[in-house]
Every structure is written in C-alpha cells, then in structure tokens.
T-cell receptor, first 115, second 113 residues
Framework: DVKVTQSSRYLVKRTGEKVFLECVQDMDHENMFWYRQDPGLGLRLIYFSYDVKMKEKGDIPEGYSVSREKKERFSLILESASTNQTSMYLC??????????????FGAGSRLTVL | GQQLNQSPQSMFIQEGEDVSMNCTSS?????WLWYKQEPGEGPVLLIA?????ELTSNGRLTAQFGITRKDSFLNISASIPSDVGIYFCAGKRGSGNTGKLIFGQGTTLQVKP
C-alpha cells in the first residue's frame, strides 16, 4: 500500500532545463516536505508546506521552488537545472501535529542526474 | 547548516554482532527519531523518543534519548543480513507543528552473513 508516491524514480536532464518532480500522498496529511539526500550530508530540507498554497523555505532553498495547489500534491521545481543539483530527492508528508515530532512518511525517492 | 553529528559513518560487521551508533548535537532537542533507509527506498521510522532519558525498544532495536537532550543512541542486537541499510537520526527543537526535523549524516551498515 504505497502512501507517498514520487512519479519519477530516475531522471536525466541537461543543464538549463526546467525540471518538475511530483509527489502525491494519499493519507490526507497537511504537511509535505522536499529533502535532498547526498552522501555524507544526510537529508537536507529544501522546502515544506503546512497547507495548500502555503510554502516555507527550508535550509537549502536556493535554485528551487515549490507548488502546492492541492492538499495531496507537492511539486518541486528546478527552474534551470545545474550539475550541482544532481542528487536524490525525497518527498515526505506528515499530519499536523499539536505536540511531539512530525513523524514523516517518505516516498521512495527521485534520483536526478543533470548533465 | 548541519547541526547533528552522527557516528560512525559506516560499519561492516559479522552477522550476529551487536551494533551501536549515536548522534550528538551542540543544541538541545525536544524529540529524537531514528530512521532506516533500505536500498532503493525512502527512510522508514524505527523509533521515536520524546523525553530525556527515555529508553525505547522495537524488537532487536533499542534507542535512548540522552539526559542532556543533546544526544541519542541506537543499538541493534544480534544483527542479521536484513539490517543492511542507512540509519539516520533526526532531532526536532521546536514544539508543535512549527519545529523542523534536522537529520544526521547517516550510518551505513553492512552485515556479512
């Protein structure tokens, strides 16, 4: 029972191309997140969203934008892809938490290579 | 920037051995989480810790929330080949929905049958 789906598992793009990474969750979660994963650096937060049409910058937002037009869908956009954006991108979602941690459910990841 | 130091970076052990890994921070966290990522998959939550000093088990896994609230430990007893993967710690400083998770660099575990 797949709960967070990232539509593209592997992508190869050229420098300067516009790239869309799509993520859909079926758990009716309020929160959605985009992380990038690089060896030795762990997971770093790019953007997150608490609600439809709301977005907040994470730790490394430069070069990225996001869109949340529907509750279940959170898109990551690379306006002009660069080679240093070659990475594994992980989408996650969580319930709105009044206390305690945001327990994240992750998708399987999208591995992007920019040539 | 990165605020969690996770060690060791990698481990290669024999099946049946016990494993220990830890995360430390210069900042206090209110919550610690441990995730496991298997090859080709996203991370999956193993254990969540909400109180300083808390010790929680999940099968052969045991994790502790350090008393100082600046560290956490994960132990795996009697390792088996399916324990292979990358283990991440994550800490949260804020309360409610506004706090963000900060992840460690990960510990890559390989188990030799």
């Amino acid at each position: 029972d797949v709960k967070v789906t990232q539509s593209s598992r592997y992508l190869v793009k050229r420098t300067g191309e516009k790239v869309f990474l799509e993520c859909v969750q079926d758990m009716d979660h309020e929160n959605m997140f985009w992380y990038r994963q690089d060896p030795g650096l762990g997971l770093r937060l790019i953007y997150f969203s608490y609600d439809v049409k709301m977005k907040e910058k994470g730790d490394i937002p430069e070069g990225y934008s996001v869109s949340r037009e529907k509750k279940e869908r959170f898109s990551l956009i690379l306006e002009s892809a660069s080679t240093n954006q070659t990475s594994m991108y992980l989408c996650a979602s969580s319930r709105l938490a009044s206390s305690g941690a945001n327990v994240l459910t992750f998708g399987a990841g999208s591995r992007l290579t920019v040539l | 920037g990165q605020q969690l130091n996770q060690s060791p970076q990698s481990m290669f052990i024999q099946e049946g051995e016990d494993v220990s890994m830890n995360c430390t921070s210069s900042s206090i966290f209110n919550t610690w989480l441990w995730y496991k990522q298997e090859p080709g998959e996203g991370p999956v939550l193993l254990i969540a810790l909400y109180k300083a000093g808390e010790l929680t088990s999940n099968g052969r896994l045991t994790a502790q929330f350090g008393i100082t609230r600046k560290d956490s430990f994960l132990n795996i007893s009697a390792s088996i080949p399916s324990d292979v993967g990358i283990y991440f710690c994550a800490g949260k400083r804020g309360s409610g929905n506004t706090g963000k998770l900060i992840f460690g660099q990960g510990t890559t575990l390989q188990v030799k049958p």
